[in-house]
């Protein structure tokens, strides 16, 4: 019998735990290593090539040490930066996480979309090009958050975060003259993995509803084609749970929903 793959699911913190809670859904049988770089904690606000420079042998080093089958960079931050370089320096399938531009554009009935990621990826030349290609007729803002990333790592650790906070991040994404405005924002691409986290918040605090586009179905579904079908034996191993900084985490009972309800270790 086929023994069951190990993904190693990646993110700059906490937020590819809504990438991981997606794939474990569609993959329960598998093995989860998931990695925070909480040591390089925010990726948004650093340069690209210090990312690269981070990101790419960072992966070689967790390849060699847990040997996944797929690895999944659930970052839009680095994905928009590093999937060309980890393809071509290692033979692991990859998937990444890059701005749902091109859904959320072919939904939008009024036009008007706008794209909430880390300052760095809503600068990036690849999501420029998303727009340019997959626009599709629709006016598409887009709009850097510097803090929200920060906000769902504290808001998963149990500190209260202040609405008035999120309100402010959100506010640049709601273009129009409210609800009776026919032209008004009516798609939200979520192009950060920690903001589904938030996602309660979000949908409460919105001054009119709109749809919010989390690629995470798509990219479990990605990840199921890439693997061979499940052999019937599940993983007994436990999932792991690792920050770069070293850090003992305390979080593993609020953890437990993103792994498909094992504890992490
Ligand atoms: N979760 C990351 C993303 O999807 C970014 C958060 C950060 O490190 O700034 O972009």
């Known amino acids: 019998m086929a023994s069951p793959p190990t993904i190693l699911v990646f993110d700059s913190g906490l937020g590819g735990l809504s990438v991981l809670r997606e794939i474990v859904g569609a993959r329960p049988d598998a093995h989860y290593v998931y990695v925070a ?9 650093h340069g690209e090539h210090q990312i690269i420079a981070r990101v790419v042998p960072l992966i070689g080093e967790l390849i060699a040490a847990h ?3 797929l690895v999944v960079i659930a970052c839009n931050t680095a994905s928009t930066l590093v999937m060309a370089h980890l393809r071509a320096e290692y033979k692991v399938s990859f998937v990444g996480t890059v701005p749902a531009i ?5 939904s ?5 979309v706008s794209v909430l990621g880390t300052r760095g990826t809503v600068k990036r030349e690849y999501t420029k090009a998303l727009i340019r290609d997959f626009a599709q007729g629709c ?3 887009l709009v850097g958050s510097a803090q929200l990333a920060s906000l769902a790592e504290a808001a998963l650790n149990g500190v209260e975060v202040n609405d008035l906070k999120i309100s402010a991040e959100l506010a640049p994404c709601f273009v ?3 609800k009776n405005d026919l032209a008004r924002t009516d798609t ?3 192009a950060c993995t920690h903001y589904p986290l938030l996602m309660d918040r979000f949908s409460r605090l919105a001054p009119w509803p709109v749809d919010w586009i989390d690629p995470a179905p798509a990219i479990a579904r990605r990840v199921a084609d890439l693997l061979k079908a499940p052999g019937g034996e599940a993983d007994h191993a436990g999932a792991e749970m690792i920050f770069t900084s070293g850090r003992p985490h305390t979080l593993s009972r609020a953890l437990m929903p993103f792994f498909g309800g094992r504890v992490p270790a």
């Open 188 to 190: 939200i691409v979520l």
């Open 139 to 141: 006016e598409v803002t």
């Open 67 to 69: 040997a996944p089958d």
């Open 176 to 178: 129009g003259e409210g």
């Open 108 to 112: 939008s009935k009024t036009k008007r």
């Open 37 to 45: 770089d909480d040591a390089f904690f925010p990726y948004g606000h």
């Open 102 to 106: 091109k859904p959320a554009c072919a």
